[in-house]
């Protein structure tokens, strides 16, 4: 294990590794903001400990207070670091329409899917614009 606690980040680069790589900190213990953020860390501006570190907080719907699912955050923020802010309103309407809604709790009362695919499918939808 690396000092942040997670074997890797953003190995590959085809949309399937980057998905498999999220799911996979998912699973290593990252939240969900930090599974999707950390899956791209290789094309952030800043450095991996700190990008982690920026997303903590925004896991388990923003602190646990179960509201904007991590992985809509996580979809913001690389928009936002990567100069692709213009995108961030799309990619989050194409997360709605695909699972519902973006509200944490909601989604996973609705029990559709599981917080490792929803991560992978962020990841999925950032592909399409990095």
Do not use: W
Not at 4 to 30: D, F, I, W, Y
Not at 40 to 62: C, S, T
Not at 108 to 117: E, W, Y
């Amino acid at each position: 294990m690396n000092p942040m606690g997670v074997e890797s980040v953003a190995r590959g680069n085809t949309p399937q590794e980057r998905m498999n790589q999220a799911r996979a900190l998912h699973k290593q213990g990252c939240n969900c903001c930090q599974s999707v953020v950390m899956a791209y860390a290789d094309k952030l501006p800043i450095a991996p400990e700190h990008a982690m570190n920026v997303a903590a907080p925004f896991g388990r719907g923003l602190s646990g207070c179960r509201e904007v699912c991590g992985c809509v955050s996580g979809m913001a923020m690389v928009c936002g670091l990567t100069g692709h802010t213009a995108d961030t309103r799309t990619l989050i309407e194409k997360f709605r329409e695909e699972n519902g809604d973006i509200v944490c709790a909601r989604l996973l009362a609705s029990g559709k899917k599981p917080c490792p695919d929803l991560v992978a499918q962020a990841a999925g939808l950032l592909s399409e614009i990095l």
